[in-house]
């Protein structure tokens, strides 16, 4: 499932980011790329452990925590802390799949899901879209400032050369408590649809109940903690 998320950030969140990461001390982001990624990659990223980095990626990470769509959608187990990058004069990265674990601290991470959390605004910059190919499709995106996509670790993906301007944008992947992107998605949709009927004001509360128990009863047969 590929899901954007909108507002993530507010506009005025967004240009602050962009305004403290204007001086930032921006490194070839080959460094954390391995072997295979290094020949189609050519961007600029902050160092993670840069305190900028850790600032504003804990800002990310309290937002997400109290953002039900996000938290239904990923049912985080881990979060490999927000890096963030740029592209600028004709900066791209090929096609590429990400690791399928990320070493954090003594810690590791399965990259079930990848997320990017747009910080430029799309009419500043040409180019830039990042293209996930997946169920047969390359779908395109690029979103207005503060807005996040989510999208399988298990995905071909690539950034188009930016011709105009600079593409400012957060990364980082999630750890899932529910490892397989269809039963993911199943868990979702059912749980949107219990909210929708909930918000809705269904007067048949036993059946909501009831489809409440099923979703729990999946995650229960599904999760590994
Ligand atoms: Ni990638």
């Known amino acids: 499932m590929i899901l954007t998320l909108p507002g993530v950030l507010?506009?005025?969140?967004?240009?602050?980011?962009?305004r403290e990461l204007g001086?930032?001390?921006?490194?070839?982001?080959?460094?954390?790329?391995?072997?295979q990624s290094q020949q189609v990659k050519q961007n600029r990223q902050l160092n993670e452990r840069h305190p900028l980095a850790r600032r504003l990626g804990d800002i990310i990470l309290e937002t997400l925590e109290r953002h039900p769509v996000f938290m239904s959608a990923a049912l985080p187990l881990k979060v490999v802390p927000p890096l963030?990058?740029?592209?600028?004069?004709?900066e791209t990265y090929g096609d590429h799949i990400d690791g399928a674990?990320?070493?954090?601290?003594?810690?590791?991470?399965?990259t079930d899901l990848s997320?990017?959390?747009?910080?430029?605004?799309?009419?500043?910059?040409?180019?830039?879209?990042?293209?996930?190919e997946a169920e047969g499709e390359a779908r395109r995106v690029k979103l207005p400032a503060g807005d996040m996509v989510l999208y399988p670790g298990t995905s071909i993906h690539r950034v188009e050369p930016v011709t105009r301007g600079?593409?400012?944008?957060?990364?980082?992947?999630?750890?899932?408590?529910?490892r397989d992107d269809g039963r993911r998605t199943i868990?979702?949709?059912?749980?949107?649809?219990?909210?929708?009927c909930a918000l809705a004001g269904s007067p048949d509360q036993a059946t909501i109940s009831r489809l409440t128990k099923v979703y729990h009863n999946l995650l229960r047969q599904w999760a590994e903690l």
């Open 101 to 110: 674990i990320r070493p954090i601290g003594g810690a590791r991470v399965r």
């Open 187 to 196: 868990l979702y949709d059912l749980d949107s649809s219990i909210q929708a």
């Open 23 to 35: 001086d930032a001390p921006w490194t070839d982001g080959r460094i954390t790329a391995r072997y």
């Open 166 to 178: 600079a593409r400012l944008a957060s990364f980082f992947w999630i750890q899932s408590m529910v």
């Open 10 to 18: 507010t506009p005025d969140q967004a240009s602050s980011f962009r």
């Open 115 to 132: 997320a990017t959390l747009f910080l430029a605004d799309p009419d500043s910059y040409d180019g830039g879209e990042l293209v996930i």
């Open 84 to 90: 963030f990058n740029l592209y600028a004069g004709g």
